[in-house]
């Protein structure tokens, strides 16, 4: 890195210096000349492992150094391209499906890419040892729940399989005409075995392999710097297949989790592009009015909502939850707190799939909401037990849990605490359900219901709620099993009405996320398309 990394540096140290002497020479004008794109990233990765990881700050970065068997497409957020698959065919009923592999595909470190690296790695996805948390999102495969939890220990019967080294069959036990949109998410990406078992082995979960000096991927990048809590660097992967269509020479993703700073180190040239979501709610306006071709507001079908953890006494009861639910006014949370073009939502499921009838938000109604609380016990708030939100680290998200707590102390009486974490903390604490009410969020993995509505069930790695119902568990399972889009959706659409009658989470909002842009990165897509492979920076 003698040419880059020597300029920025000197570029950073001089910043302040020549302020005062006119124009100046900013690490993201050395990056335009360089093709290096400097970004913002929220927090420091928890991994790069992509068949390990369920968060969308590591997700970035995993995107750029690996490759499924299609890529997402770079204008249109629900359809895909191909990857490492250059053409692929399904039967009628979408059960069987066949791929065909780029011949002379290869690792970063120069050796070949076949169908046996992706059986290798759909197998450790499902190992049991592994405890993938999204190990879920293979179950529409033949054999592939059985095997993940234990009941099945042979994986040829697993709906896998290789006839030669360029091709690769998947086997569904029903009508899965979403797996290709599936195919996309980091959960499917390909690991080198050679990497995973020469670091700690398939169903080793500290597992190393990923790390600098050591990560072998197959997408646009390849892992050259890594300073934690600093910044992750990647270069351009000269081994990949479609290297000579990829313009960055590599991106730099820094860890700036105050919405503050990377905003300042934005406007003051030190980056070309933002995180998602990382503006603060109260320069939204300001942002509009003076760098109106910079500021983006892409509309994704993203949900977010708190969960509860009904293992608490009081969250037990759904009178409880119903009446903290109906003391929020979701339309001012939007217009007022969070200024970004969000949409209130009554349901789990986002508003914008094809298809489906999203549940509208309710109207805030704190005369119920009281009087739900005092059948539970608490008249006035009296008795109420203490309890916090718990919130990662982003000042967005202490600002919309404030007006919250605000709403629930004036409408209901209780005081209810918020407790801040680091990101890699906060999933841990979400996770060992250590909390009473906890903030989340989820992108699906292929536009439809069922990406969202399988979170819920009794068995998801990703339920944080301890809730279940097995009616709820049924309906989900037969819409998986049709392949009949309006009988799915029915389904689905039945399935969530259980699921907001018991009411274990929250649903707030979805479909904004607010970020800069400089004018110069070309080809970034919007509202979830595209991908760093077909960006460029131009002058």
Known sequence: MTTYLGRLFIALAMAFALAACGSR????????????????????????????????????????????????????PF??????AESWEHDDDYKTWTFHLRPGAKWSDGSPL???????????????????????????IRNAEGFNKGQIVDFSQVGFSAPDPQTLVIETEAPMPHLIQMLATYTFYPVQKAAVEANGGMADRNNGWFELGKYVGNGPFVLSDWKTNQYIEVKKNPNYWDAANVKLNGIRFFAIENQKSELNAYLSGQLHMTNTNSIPVERIADLKRNHPDELRTDHQPNANYYV???????????????ALSLALDRKLLVDRVLLGGQTPTGGLVPLGLPGYDAVPAPAADPEQARKLL???????????????????????????????????????????????????VFLDTRKARDFDLARSGWYGFYPGPGAYLTLMTSDSPN??????????????????????????????GEAEGILMAELPIIPLYSGAQNSLVDTRVKHWGRDGAGGFKWVSLEE
């Open 463 to 492: 339920n944080d709620t301890g809730w279940s119902n097995p009616r709820y568990d049924a309906l989900v399972a037969q819409a998986l099993a049709t392949g009949d889009i309006a009988k799915r959706n029915t389904l689905f």
């Open 114 to 140: 076949t169908a046996e690296d992706f059986l290798y790695s759909y197998r450790r996805v499902l190992t049991p040892a592994l405890g993938a948390e999204l190990a879920e999102l293979f179950y529409g």
């Open 25 to 76: 020479e900013t690490p993201a004008d050395i990056g335009v000349k360089e093709g290096m794109l400097l970004t913002g990233n929220g927090v420091e990765p928890r991994t790069l492992d992509p068949q390990l990881n369920t968060g969308s700050p590591d997700g970035r970065v995993i995107s750029a150094l690996s490759e499924g068997l299609v890529t997402q497409h770079p204008t249109d």
């Open 374 to 424: 005092a059948e539970a016990g608490y008249p006035g708030g009296k008795g109420f037990p203490p309890m916090e939100i718990l919130i990662n680290t982003l000042e967005a998200n202490r600002k919309l849990a404030e007006a919250i707590q605000a709403m629930w102390k004036r409408e209901l009486g209780i005081e209810v605490g918020i407790y801040n974490q680091e990101w890699k």
């Open 79 to 84: 359809d895909v391209m191909p990857g490492m």
């Open 308 to 322: 509860f953890n009904i293992e608490r006494e009081a969250l037990k009861d759904v009178r409880v939850r119903k």
